[in-house]
């Protein structure tokens, strides 16, 4: 009897509701059904809802699902093995899920829709779209199209007819008549994005394009917006709306008498946007009325759009790149004018899906994933098992880059590294971190551990996709404006280990504060060390000396080769590159050439004299990262008689400790190719795109200190090694 109800459930989904679908839509995320046969996704009908569907892009097991009829009802079955029961609603469309879905009591709480809507779209009788641009016109930096025929392609429209679809070139273009027998206006958007057309923007009419209905008489005259994800209505060079999040994070996150301008890359000549909470700024009046600009009438959000550079009187500016740049400073913003001389200047290349580059940068538009950028969330942006961004670019290029590097267009928490991939031998980190072997498996507690055969690297879901990419090192996520945070992080490439030995030995080790980083209590001097901090106190407070100019500022350590040492300000020239130790461990520096000697310091034994822990500098210059409070040393050397047990060591000891490097210094390569990643809601302007391009080619390709900026890859390697951070080649 069961059989017989089973097979009448078939017989009546296959016969009497017969009806086409390619796809459901469950809480915002669309299912596209995928033909068994050929993997990929049916780009026509096919008849009904049975069969197996994908969410792309795929990010873990619970994307991948069949759908199955069982009994009086239906099932969805993940490859998670989790399943619950479906229900369906005829007149609707809809499957609606069991009280056996794990988020079922969940979902009624926060009010999650994960009902099963079924996407149905009607092919349209007898007409196919034939069209061919004329006239393109450059919209706004966004996609640059030559002229093109994208042949002839089977048109669908929804259910009410009043939108049209097709497929082309890994889009679905979207069409719709703003009136009857009137103009048609279009946009497009990526593989995988939401059907529903009411959750795109409307923006400026962008291209011209001529559209011939094969089989029927008619020709009409049809607006192509190209907008990926677009954030929000354009309006000339300005932003005049921002989008709900945008506005929601403003909210929350923009402080009292600070600025926030939209865009903040422009060029010359171009306008922006101001949003404050506060009435006015010097010389440009405000507005929280809906007018001018305003988006909500009365939020306390008070803004005004159309602003020029003529408008900022009294704003601190400074040009830099040989004056291709200027920087307007606003409190805690900047505004970033490039020269007008710049324009259709820097060659890009557009990969589509939202994916360009230049010869120092790519650009990847996330659109809904910028919403982890308006919650200040990076971890989803940058870690290899989330980041759409690192498996959209590793997709496009393959297994060519030793870094990623992730740059939000709004900077935001600081610098961070990613570990993906610890395989050179010698340099007290190996293993693989996600993969827990190797000295990730938390069993490697004494030099003797350090056996690097039989290790094994990669695993399942170790990176979004499934695939693994074994020259990859790690993820660098650099939200901060400037270059010193990410010279650090490729510091951190190293490892800076031992996690659970001791190096250099003797009951002390390099990195006891926090196994991350160079002890502050030695001589090593690079970007991993830093500054001294008050051996009875500890982090945060440093400690200070006056330099030539009575300044006081923050110290390190030097030895004096005859038992004593100086405590000596910190210099950018000195302690923000990478000296020999570490150029020997990241195989830029021979063993034979990395001879410099130093110091280790027992921090329990130090006391320091002429020193004495102070509020504030007592009115005197101050410059210090730390604050004001702090230790402030009247006599900057330290002599035998205020520290007690101390350790020589170099890279030698580090070679007789844990072996030597593999790959040597011979073999290890000394041009590295990174990609550093963009992240923009949106397909990236040219203004943007124009000052990534400088910055990172700045720092890929110069031999400099910045003060602003910090030092580029050749100051703080010494000029030892080379790297290239866009296109690869």
């Known amino acids: 009897m069961e059989m017989i109800r089973y097979k009448l459930i078939l017989l009546f989904i296959s016969l009497v509701w017969g009806q086409d679908f390619i796809g459901f839509k469950a809480n915002n995320e669309i299912y596209y059904k995928i033909n068994p046969k050929t993997g990929m996704r049916f780009e026509e009908n096919d008849k009904g809802f049975l069969g197996i569907y994908h969410r792309l892009p795929i990010e873990n097991e619970w994307h991948i699902g069949e759908i199955v009829a069982e009994g009086d009802h239906f099932r969805w079955i993940n490859e998670a093995n989790v399943s619950w029961k479906l229900y369906l609603d005829q007149q609707n469309n809809i499957l609606k899920i069991g009280t056996d879905n794990p988020y079922y009591e969940m979902s009624r709480n926060k009010g999650w829709d994960l009902n099963f809507y079924l996407i149905r779209p009607v092919l349209v009788e007898n007409a196919t779209l034939k069209v061919s641009g004329i006239e393109p016109i450059h919209f706004n930096g966004y996609y640059q199209l ?10 669908f429209t929804n259910s009410e007819g009043n939108y049209l679809f097709f497929w082309e070139e890994r889009h679905w273009w979207v069409i719709q008549e703003k009136e009857p027998n009137d103009e048609w206006s279009a946009w497009v958007y990526g593989e995988g994005d939401a059907w529903d057309p009411t959750n795109l923007y409307w923006g400026e009419t962008g291209y011209t394009v001529k559209v011939e209905w094969v089989g029927k008489d008619l020709s009409r005259k049809w607006m192509i917006k190209t907008l990926n994800k677009r954030r929000g209505k354009l309006k000339g060079d300005s932003y005049a709306f ?18 926030a301008v939209y865009p903040n890359v422009i060029f010359e000549g171009e306008t922006f946007k101001i949003i404050t909470k506060q009435n006015s700024v010097p010389h440009c009046e405000l507005y929280d009325n809906g007018t001018h600009g305003d988006d909500i009438a009365g939020d306390g959000l008070f803004s005004r759009s159309g602003v020029s550079t003529d408008d900022l009187v009294d704003f601190n500016s400074r040009q830099i790149f040989s004056n291709k740049v200027t920087k307007f400073q606003f409190s805690n913003a900047e505004l970033l004018v490039i020269n007008s001389e710049l324009r259709g200047t820097v060659q890009y290349e557009d990969f589509g899906d939202g994916l360009i580059g230049t010869k120092y940068a790519l650009f990847y538009a996330l659109g809904d994933e910028y919403n982890y950028v308006y919650q200040k969330r990076n971890w989803e942006l940058h870690n290899p098992n989330n980041s759409i961004a690192g498996m959209r670019v590793l997709i496009e290029f393959g297994d060519v880059f ?13 610098a961070s590294y990613v570990r993906i991939r610890d395989d050179v031998q010698g340099i007290m980190t190996y293993g693989d971190p996600i993969c827990g072997t190797g000295m990730w498996t938390d069993n490697w507690k004494k030099p003797n551990d350090y056996k690097y055969e039989n290790v094994d690297f990669g695993c399942p879901y170790k990176f979004l996709g499934g695939n693994d990419y074994p020259r990859l090192k790690g993820n660098i996520w650099n939200g901060s404006s400037g270059m010193n945070e990410l010279n650090h992080e490729f510091g951190h490439w190293m490892g800076i280990g031992p996690s659970k030995a001791d190096f250099p030995g003797k009951g002390l080790s390099w990195n006891s504060q926090d196994r991350m ?44 080769n005859d038992g004593t040492f100086t405590m000596v300000p910190r210099n950018p020239m000195k302690n923000e590159g990478y000296d020999d130790i570490l150029l020997y461990m990241l195989g830029f520096k021979s063993p034979e050439e990395a001879n410099k000697r130093y110091y280790l310091f027992d921090e329990k034994d130090i006391n320091l004299d002429d020193c004495f822990y102070q509020d504030d500098s007592k009115g005197e210059p101050l410059n210090a990262t730390a604050g004001s409070a702090g230790l402030y040393c009247y006599d900057n050397i330290i002599d035998q008689s205020e520290y007690g047990h101390i350790v020589e060591f170099g890279v030698q000891e580090m070679i007789d400790i844990f072996g030597p490097r593999v790959p040597s210094y011979e073999d290890a390569p000394k041009h590295l190719n990174v990609g550093v990643i963009i992240l923009t809601q949106d397909i990236a302007s040219e203004a943007t795109r124009a000052w990534y391009h400088l910055l990172y080619g700045w720092w890929a390709n110069e031999n400099e200190w910045h003060d602003e900026l910090g030092g580029t890859w050749s100051f703080v390697t010494r000029g030892l090694a080379t790297i290239r951070t866009g296109i690869p080649k």
């Open 402 to 414: 030793d870094h990623l590097v992730f740059v939000p267009d709004v900077p935001f928490s600081g």
């Open 146 to 155: 030559t002229d093109k025929t994208f042949g002839e392609r089977p048109v």
């Open 242 to 259: 921002q989008s709900e999040q945008e506005l929601q994070y403003l909210y929350k996150n923009l402080p009292e008498f600070k600025v």
């Open 517 to 560: 980083h160079i002890n502050s209590t030695s001589t090593v001097s690079n970007v991993m060390t830093g500054p001294l901090w008050d051996p009875k106190k500890g982090w945060p407070n440093s400690v200070r000396v006056k330099d030539e100019n009575g300044i006081w500022k923050e110290v390190q350590i030097e030895s004096n």
